[in-house]
């Protein structure tokens, strides 16, 4: 899938970027993930003087769309204005494996992007089969 395919969630994961609390880093990211049925959700990050608090822009995306009944997320695009594009933290990747390995990931900075699968990005990752027990 070219660039161009994806250039709606782009825009909209820019337009959420802009929307960053990030006084302390001063580094703004947001998410635009797309679900199965089309529907878009966003997120930015989200600082506080309690600096552990910050939550990042690609779980509050996985919020919003869980919580609308999006359970399953086909491609998410994280904006952050480096480049190269900076790539999903690691704890963003294991909450977003909850909801499949095989996720697009697509990472853009002003000029350049990056692409992976989820499964590239998190090998072996912890997963719910390993609590049956
Ligand atoms: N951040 C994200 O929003 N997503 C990531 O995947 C990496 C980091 C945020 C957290 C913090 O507000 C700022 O970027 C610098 O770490």
Redesign the pocket.
């Given at each position: 899938m070219g660039l161009g395919e994806v250039s709606d969630l782009v825009s909209q994961a820019r337009a959420a970027m802009r929307q960053?609390w990030?006084p302390?880093?001063k580094?703004?990211?947001g998410?635009a993930i797309e679900a199965e049925d089309g529907r878009v959700f966003v997120g930015?990050?989200?600082?506080s003087a309690s600096y552990g608090l910050?939550?990042?822009?690609?779980?509050m995306a996985l919020g919003a769309a869980v919580v609308a009944g999006a359970r399953k997320p086909r491609r998410v695009v994280?904006a952050t204005d480096v480049d190269p594009p900076?790539?999903?933290?690691g704890?963003?990747r294991q909450l977003l494996a909850e909801f499949g390995l095989d996720l697009e990931v697509v990472a853009v900075g002003p000029k350049t992007e990056r692409r992976w699968t989820l499964g590239q990005l998190l090998p072996e990752a912890f997963m719910r089969e390993s609590l049956d027990r």
């Open positions: 960053a990030a302390y880093s580094f703004k990211v998410a930015c990050n989200v600082e910050t939550i990042c822009a690609e779980r994280v900076a790539a999903p933290c704890a963003c």
